[in-house]
């Protein structure tokens, strides 16, 4: 039994605790599911109680090694049960746990590491050898346990055996009390937009992540959920983790990569009963064709849900038509910790809407300029738009228990982002009569082409659309006349050829939905486009590598091989 003093709120208790000191400590919270298991597998089971003693062991762990409340643990793994227990079991600790994503190379590692001042670092004993080894000298890390190791004696030198350290005896130590502004996550945002900046959540995050989940998502204890992302990224613990537990739901965790196929049969076989995913993977839903979900029933799947980039309002339709599903947009950023904009469960959808300010948020668009800068009245105040069709800066009311409290080392780029006691999205959106927000484009990555503000996604969803292309990225190059030129890099489906007919009529079917003055003033065909590890476009790098300009940060650059082929390109 857990001793909490009123103004204590530990994630690890939210999660987990709570359930067991109500009785609930034998439903499932997790069913892992591994590499080799087929998608109706049982899987790994972990019920809450086990949950509480494993996390419990890490916690005392962390103690006997002499790691004090608010350092470090950095996980770098795949999404194996041990990887959970290390992320709740330090929060249990009071430590702060961040999450890295297993593909990355030794250098981003090195990099977040250093700038996170990592105490711990879980990781396995393959990513160890590839990856921590060598930069091992340049991060301040004191301790690496092996999570896949538990004789000590098969442990490399300088690191530690899980099962040598981690004794679960079933035991569960109450949590300390904890002071909701105790830092618990870092996280580091996608690297988009420039160098990955690490964002601090504190413990008081939780109020919001279970707010969301119950009133978004509408899951409730017992449900069975699963959530695409992969903890090194936001959405992956603050949906893939913390959300859905504090709800007491049963969590699905998927070990593998992206397959069409394994997934449609992990949502079918494992009754899954709401989904949080991409547009990214929904993309790749879509080109993988339908019929890899002919003969599936998705009918048990309820709701769906997606984050990361725009969901277009095609992708929704094909959902509906295909798969029997509603894809459901949220919108929200590794700084603000929680979903802020969406399209709860059982409200209407208007495709390709973000949808409406969640429970307690107050959202707003703020009047800018063109180059993102805001615009304020002669008394120096900011100025919110309230025309529906004029753009305006996502701006969300300051203080909600999930925003985050900082930027490591970047005190004046936090403070940068608060305005008048707004924080400041750097999104552009529009909103609608009715409330609803409609996503434009970063600030920093909208085009003014002859006096129109064109978000590239709008332009990139009418190319996708195409039924040889698989992806688009637009972006402006400067243009003495029309100020920005909008230009196009797209990737065709395998096996098709980029003959100038086809992309002729990719010019022709962007003019005909666009019109002349939204539509790219050129197309080139590349062989894959510059995305990050999150899955996102990343339109500065194409930009860069078009105008011959540096290309910036690429630590979050996915894949190792160049991206980029000019094949043939049309211009209009
Ligand atoms: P960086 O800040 O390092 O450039 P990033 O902004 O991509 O990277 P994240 O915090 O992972 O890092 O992503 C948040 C951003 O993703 C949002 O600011 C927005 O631009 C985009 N995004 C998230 N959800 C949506 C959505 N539903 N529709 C449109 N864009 C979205
Ligand atoms: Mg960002």
Same mark, same amino acid.
């Given at each position: 039994?857990?001793?909490?003093?009123?103004?204590?709120?530990?994630?690890?208790?939210?999660?987990?605790?709570?359930?067991?000191?109500?009785?609930?400590?034998?439903?499932?919270?997790?069913?892992?599911?591994?590499?080799?298991?087929?998608?109706?597998?049982?899987?790994?089971?972990?019920?809450?109680?086990?949950?509480?003693?494993?996390?419990?062991?890490?916690?005392?762990?962390?103690?006997?090694?002499?790691?004090?409340?608010?350092?470090?643990?950095?996980?770098?793994?795949?999404?194996?049960?041990?990887?959970?227990?290390?992320?709740?079991?330090?929060?249990?600790?009071?430590?702060?746990?961040?999450?890295?994503?297993?593909?990355?190379?030794?250098?981003?590692?090195?990099?977040?590491?250093?700038?996170?001042?990592?105490?711990?670092?879980?990781?396995?004993?393959?990513?160890?050898?590839?990856?921590?080894?060598?930069?091992?000298?340049?991060?301040?890390?004191?301790?690496?346990?092996?999570?896949?190791?538990?004789?000590?004696?098969?442990?490399?030198?300088?690191?530690?055996?899980?099962?040598?350290?981690?004794?679960?005896?079933?035991?569960?130590?109450?949590?300390?009390?904890?002071?909701?502004?105790?830092?618990?996550?870092?996280?580091?945002?996608?690297?988009?937009?420039?160098?990955?900046?690490?964002?601090?959540?504190?413990?008081?995050?939780?109020?919001?992540?279970?707010?969301?989940?119950?009133?978004?998502?509408?899951?409730?204890?017992?449900?069975?959920?699963?959530?695409?992302?992969?903890?090194?990224?936001?959405?992956?613990?603050?949906?893939?983790?913390?959300?859905?537990?504090?709800?007491?739901?049963?969590?699905?965790?998927?070990?593998?990569?992206?397959?069409?196929?394994?997934?449609?049969?992990?949502?079918?076989?494992?009754?899954?009963?709401?989904?949080?995913?991409?547009?990214?993977?929904?993309?790749?839903?879509?080109?993988?064709?339908?019929?890899?979900?002919?003969?599936?029933?998705?009918?048990?799947?309820?709701?769906?849900?997606?984050?990361?980039?725009?969901?277009?309002?095609?992708?929704?339709?094909?959902?509906?038509?295909?798969?029997?599903?509603?894809?459901?947009?949220?919108?929200?950023?590794?700084?603000?910790?929680?979903?802020?904009?969406?399209?709860?469960?059982?409200?209407?959808?208007?495709?390709?809407?973000?949808?409406?300010?969640?429970?307690?948020?107050?959202?707003?668009?703020?009047?800018?300029?063109?180059?993102?800068?805001?615009?304020?009245?002669?008394?120096?105040?900011?100025?919110?738009?309230?025309?529906?069709?004029?753009?305006?800066?996502?701006?969300?009311?300051?203080?909600?228990?999930?925003?985050?409290?900082?930027?490591?080392?970047?005190?004046?780029?936090?403070?940068?982002?608060?305005?008048?006691?707004?924080?400041?999205?750097?999104?552009?959106?529009?909103?609608?009569?009715?409330?609803?927000?409609?996503?434009?484009?970063?600030?920093?990555?909208?085009?003014?082409?002859?006096?129109?503000?064109?978000?590239?996604?709008?332009?990139?969803?009418?190319?996708?659309?195409?039924?040889?292309?698989?992806?688009?990225?637009?972006?402006?190059?400067?243009?003495?006349?029309?100020?920005?030129?909008? $230009? &196009? #890099?797209?990737? *065709?489906?395998?096996? =098709?050829? /980029?003959? +100038?007919?086809?992309?002729? !009529?990719?010019?022709? $079917? &962007? #003019?005909?939905? *666009?019109?002349?003055? =939204?539509? /790219?003033? +050129?197309?080139?065909?590349? !062989?894959?486009?510059?995305?990050? #590890?999150?899955?996102?476009?990343?339109?500065?790098?194409?930009?860069?590598?078009?105008?011959?300009?540096?290309?910036?940060?690429?630590?979050?650059?996915?894949?190792?091989?160049?991206?980029?082929?000019?094949?043939?390109?049309?211009?209009?």
């Amino acid at each position: 039994m857990s001793h909490l003093e009123v103004n204590s709120v530990n994630i690890a208790h939210e999660t987990i605790d709570r359930h067991v000191d109500a009785g609930h400590g034998s439903d499932l919270a997790i069913r892992f599911l591994s590499k080799n298991d087929t998608p109706d597998s049982p899987g790994e089971q972990y019920t809450y109680e086990r949950l509480a003693s494993e996390t419990s062991a890490f916690a005392r762990a962390l103690t006997t090694l002499g790691v004090a409340p608010g350092e470090r643990v950095f996980l770098l793994a795949g999404r194996v049960p041990r990887l959970y227990v290390a992320a709740l079991g330090t929060v249990r600790a009071r430590c702060v746990v961040c999450p890295l994503f297993s593909a990355f190379g030794p250098e981003p590692i090195a990099q977040r590491m250093a700038l996170g001042d990592a105490a711990v670092l879980v990781t396995t004993s393959s990513l160890y050898r590839r990856k921590v080894a060598a930069i091992r000298d340049r991060v301040p890390v004191r301790h690496v346990i092996l999570l896949d190791v538990d004789d000590p004696a098969a442990a490399p030198e300088g690191t530690l055996a899980w099962g040598d350290l981690i004794v679960d005896d079933g035991s569960i130590d109450p949590i300390p009390t904890t002071d909701p502004e105790t830092p618990a996550i870092l996280h580091f945002t996608s690297g988009t937009t420039g160098a990955p900046k690490g964002a601090l959540h504190a413990h008081a995050a939780i109020a919001m992540h279970r707010a969301t989940t119950q009133d978004v998502f509408a899951l409730r204890r017992g449900d069975v959920y699963w959530c695409t992302a992969d903890p090194g990224w936001v959405t992956g613990t603050s949906y893939g983790i913390v959300g859905p537990l504090s709800v007491g739901a049963t969590l699905v965790v998927d070990e593998a990569e992206f397959d069409a196929d394994r997934w449609y049969r992990i949502l079918a076989g494992q009754h899954v009963d709401v989904w949080y995913t991409a547009p990214t993977a929904i993309r790749m839903l879509m080109h993988a064709g339908a019929a890899v979900a002919a003969g599936i029933d998705l009918s048990r799947v309820q709701r769906a849900f997606s984050v990361g980039e725009p969901l277009s309002a095609e992708a929704v339709r094909w959902g509906v038509e295909h798969l029997g599903v509603t894809f459901r947009d949220t919108w929200w950023q590794t700084e603000t910790g929680a979903i802020m904009i969406a399209n709860p469960a059982g409200e209407h959808v208007e495709p390709g809407s973000m949808g409406r300010p969640v429970c307690g948020i107050e959202a707003t668009l703020l009047l800018a300029d063109s180059e993102g800068e805001l615009i304020r009245d002669p008394s120096g105040q900011v100025i919110e738009v309230t025309d529906p069709e004029q753009i305006g800066m996502i701006a969300l009311r300051a203080g909600w228990p999930s925003m985050f409290r900082e930027y490591l080392h970047n005190d004046a780029r936090y403070r940068r982002c608060f305005a008048d006691g707004w924080y400041l999205a750097g999104d552009l959106a529009r909103r609608d009569a009715n409330g609803r927000f409609w996503f434009v484009g970063r600030a920093d990555d909208v085009i003014k082409t002859a006096g129109h503000l064109i978000g590239p996604f709008e332009v990139e969803s009418v190319l996708n659309e195409h039924p040889d292309v698989t992806g688009s990225g637009v972006y402006g190059v400067p243009d003495p006349v029309a100020g920005e030129l909008i $230009h &196009a #890099r797209i990737v *065709l489906r395998r096996g =098709v050829e /980029p003959t +100038e007919a086809l992309l002729t !009529d990719v010019m022709a $079917h &962007a #003019r005909r939905r *666009l019109g002349a003055a =939204v539509s /790219p003033r +050129e197309i080139a065909v590349v !062989d894959r486009l510059p995305i990050t #590890r999150s899955g996102k476009v990343m339109r500065r790098v194409l930009r860069a590598r078009e105008l011959g300009l540096p290309e910036g940060d690429l630590s979050t650059l996915e894949g190792p091989e160049p991206f980029t082929h000019t094949t043939k390109e049309v211009t209009a």
